[in-house]
């Protein structure tokens, strides 16, 4: 099935500290990647949607400034979580898809902000 | 906007059959997935329904009825390791092909 690498997969920085996760697609082209966030015991919450070449789309309540994404090929995606705060720290996710592929997800990264 | 319910918690024995259903309300139907998820891990896809009927695959199927905004999965002859949490979620054409998820449903299997 199709394979997509997140990393890290955990993170644990002081608050201020920007933080920068990577989503790659291993096998397909990703004209799409998908970021999400997770709070424990919580179903997924999309925060912005990622198209190749061109600019996120954030959800409402999401700051762009806060988070920066960026699609530059089709398998790289990543988002920065600048200066982060402890209000921060939750379980990142990204997905990946094209026109023949679903959304298949990376392993999360879980971010702790001390 | 888009509604998807899918109940809390569900409780099963090895060997039997639960039956996961998910209801939804959306405008520009494009997609039923249905994904798995351990406790800490990552979703992994399940099932994917865009017509009417049934999917089977292997000891999971996944259900699909348009006109009544509603989908199932079943799970057989379940296994220990099928305790986990399973997402419902929505693709909506007016939406971009983003997908919304349920709540998400906790199956617990009991010995």
């Known amino acids: 099935g199709a394979v997509v690498s997140q990393h890290p997969s955990w993170v644990i920085c002081k608050s201020g500290t920007s933080v920068k996760i990577e989503c790659r697609s291993l096998d397909f082209q990703a004209t799409t990647m998908f970021w999400y966030r997770q709070f424990p015991k919580q179903s997924l919450m999309l925060m912005a949607t990622s198209n190749e070449g061109s600019k996120a789309t954030y959800e409402q309540g999401v700051e762009k400034d806060k988070f920066l994404i960026n699609h530059a090929s089709l398998t790289l995606s990543t988002l920065t979580v600048t200066s982060a705060h402890p209000e921060d720290s939750s379980f990142y996710i990204c997905?990946?898809?094209?026109?023949?592929?679903?959304?298949?997800f990376g392993d999360g990264t879980r971010l702790s902000i001390l | 906007g888009q509604n998807i319910d899918q109940p809390t918690e569900m409780t099963a024995t090895e060997g039997a059959i639960v039956q996961i259903n998910c209801t939804y309300q959306?405008?520009?139907?494009?997609?039923l997935f249905w994904y798995q998820q351990h406790a800490g891990e990552a979703p992994t896809f399940l099932s994917y329904?865009?017509?009417?009927g049934l999917e089977e695959k292997g000891r999971f199927s996944s259900f699909l009825s348009r006109s009544k905004g509603y989908s199932y999965l079943l799970l057989k002859e379940l296994q220990m390791k099928d305790s986990a949490s399973y997402l419902c979620a929505v693709s909506d054409k007016a939406a971009g092909n983003k997908l919304t998820f349920g709540g998400g449903t906790r199956v617990l299997v009991k010995p």
């Open positions: 997905s990946a898809s094209n026109t023949n592929q679903p959304q298949h």
């Open positions: 329904n865009v017509l009417d």
């Open positions: 959306t405008s520009g139907f494009n997609g």
